[in-house]
């Protein structure tokens, strides 16, 4: 009887795949449904039972799982030949739980209507709505920085703890919330990852755990990263599972924060993506513009730089091919991409608005 039941768990994952192949054509569905329904429900209950806790759940689950999965496959690494078929059938099962659990949780968001069009905003921009909207952070990025450091050639340093920083982050979604109620950001559940180091040197800053709703943030990366991805995560927490989007609305929660540092990150993050397509489209342009950010600014991006290069290892770039296949059989055509995608949600939203 175990036998036949874990056959047809098994056995689940094909309907599995077609109902989530069928749903992708139905945003509006899952938008209204899961998105705006179900979702929120799942993601603030699992903020409740465990954001209290002062590590990583996820991690910890994680770590057993993967010595629980070398011991299964040393227990039983005769019978991928004596007894093949039972064990596929031990394998899928897993599979059929995890794919389930994934989309319950929070996968199905991948596929929910793109925000430009919840914000009623344009996909596309033209090269002068670009330069526009640089100057613009130009211009709050270099008056926030002297701000704070009296100097336009000092680089910034937060004088917070990354521990003060996960604490602080929610605020900008609390000043957020108040132009988009939906981005309401209660409990708290943003954490220092276990795997940090591995994460510095597979070249990602942060990740969200989809089984546990936790937020995860590299506890290496240079504490001028810190607060913006603290938020892009606190975004992918929210249901915004597109990194372009996630991107978005953690400059927005960065830029809308009372604390100045908070303000500078989220203003000079945006900045820099801009910056990047304007190089893109026209180098000379470029470097017409960044003469006019401040020499602080630059050094901070200099700082980030050379922490990624520093920290740089051969296998790298496969670990981000790899994600970059998974966000493209997740509907990010794009792959890693999209996350340069932020810019069109940037320039449209900015293009009218003051900073």
Same mark, same amino acid.
């Given at each position: 009887?175990?036998?036949?039941?874990?056959?047809?768990?098994?056995?689940?994952?094909?309907?599995?795949?077609?109902?989530?192949?069928?749903?992708?054509?139905?945003?509006?569905?899952?938008?209204?449904?899961?998105?705006?329904?179900?979702?929120?429900?799942?993601?603030?209950?699992?903020?409740?039972?465990?954001?209290?806790?002062?590590?990583?759940?996820?991690?910890?689950?994680?770590?057993?799982?993967?010595?629980?999965?070398?011991?299964?496959?040393?227990?039983?690494?005769?019978?991928?030949?004596?007894?093949?078929?039972?064990?596929?059938?031990?394998?899928?099962?897993?599979?059929?739980?995890?794919?389930?659990?994934?989309?319950?949780?929070?996968?199905?968001?991948?596929?929910?209507?793109?925000?430009?069009?919840?914000?009623?905003?344009?996909?596309?921009?033209?090269?002068?709505? @670009?330069?526009?909207?640089?100057?613009?952070?130009?211009?709050?990025?270099?008056?926030?920085?002297?701000?704070?450091?009296?100097?336009?050639?000092?680089?910034?340093?937060?004088?917070?703890?990354?521990?003060?920083? @996960?604490?602080?982050?929610?605020?900008?979604?609390?000043?957020?919330?108040?132009?988009?109620?939906?981005?309401?950001?209660?409990?708290?559940?943003?954490?220092?990852?276990?795997?940090?180091?591995?994460?510095?040197?597979?070249?990602?800053?942060?990740?969200?755990?989809?089984?546990?709703?936790?937020?995860?943030?590299?506890?290496?990366?240079?504490?001028?990263?810190?607060?913006?991805?603290?938020?892009?995560?606190?975004?992918?927490?929210?249901?915004?599972?597109?990194?372009?989007?996630?991107?978005?609305?953690?400059?927005?929660?960065?830029?809308?924060?009372?604390?100045?540092?908070?303000?500078?990150?989220?203003?000079?993050?945006?900045?820099?993506?801009?910056?990047?397509?304007?190089?893109?489209?026209?180098?000379?342009?470029?470097?017409?513009?960044?003469?006019?950010?401040?020499?602080?600014?630059?050094?901070?991006?200099?700082?980030?730089?050379?922490?990624?290069?520093?920290?740089?290892?051969?296998?790298?770039?496969?670990?981000?091919?790899?994600?970059?296949?998974?966000?493209?059989?997740?509907?990010?055509?794009?792959?890693?991409?999209?996350?340069?995608?932020?810019?069109?949600?940037?320039?449209?939203?900015?293009?009218?608005?003051?900073?």
């Amino acid at each position: 009887m175990l036998k036949k039941k874990k056959t047809l768990l098994a056995l689940s994952v094909i309907p599995q795949f077609l109902l989530v192949k069928w749903l992708v054509n139905y945003p509006n569905f899952i938008e209204q449904y899961y998105s705006n329904g179900l979702y929120p429900v799942v993601s603030k209950l699992f903020r409740y039972v465990l954001g209290w806790l002062p590590f990583s759940f996820g991690d910890v689950v994680y770590c057993l799982a993967a010595i629980y999965i070398i011991r299964w496959v040393f227990k039983n690494r005769k019978r991928v030949f004596k007894d093949t078929k039972n064990w596929l059938v031990d394998v899928f099962a897993a599979v059929a739980v995890l794919y389930f659990a994934f989309h319950l949780f929070w996968g199905l968001n991948y596929y929910r209507l793109p925000l430009h069009r919840n914000l009623n905003l344009e996909a596309d921009y033209t090269t002068e709505q @670009l330069v526009l909207v640089t100057e613009k952070l130009i211009e709050k990025s270099n008056a926030v920085h002297l701000q704070i450091a009296k100097n336009d050639s000092l680089q910034i340093d937060i004088p917070y703890t990354k521990s003060d920083i @996960l604490n602080k982050a929610p605020l900008g979604y609390k000043r957020l919330k108040s132009v988009f109620p939906h981005l309401e950001y209660q409990p708290k559940s943003v954490k220092k990852s276990l795997f940090s180091y591995p994460l510095t040197y597979m070249g990602f800053s942060g990740y969200l755990n989809p089984l546990t709703n936790e937020a995860q943030v590299d506890a290496l990366i240079p504490s001028y990263k810190f607060p913006t991805t603290a938020t892009h995560e606190m975004a992918h927490q929210l249901g915004y599972a597109a990194e372009n989007e996630a991107n978005f609305i953690g400059c927005l929660a960065a830029i809308n924060h009372d604390d100045l540092y908070f303000k500078y990150t989220g203003c000079t993050f945006a900045l820099r993506f801009c910056l990047n397509e304007i190089y893109r489209r026209d180098v000379c342009l470029f470097e017409d513009m960044i003469a006019d950010v401040n020499k602080g600014v630059l050094k901070n991006y200099e700082e980030v730089r050379l922490f990624w290069e520093t920290h740089q290892n051969p296998a790298e770039p496969y670990f981000k091919q790899f994600y970059s296949g998974f966000l493209k059989a997740n509907k990010q055509s794009k792959g890693m991409e999209s996350y340069s995608y932020v810019v069109a949600l940037l320039v449209n939203y900015f293009d009218e608005k003051s900073l």
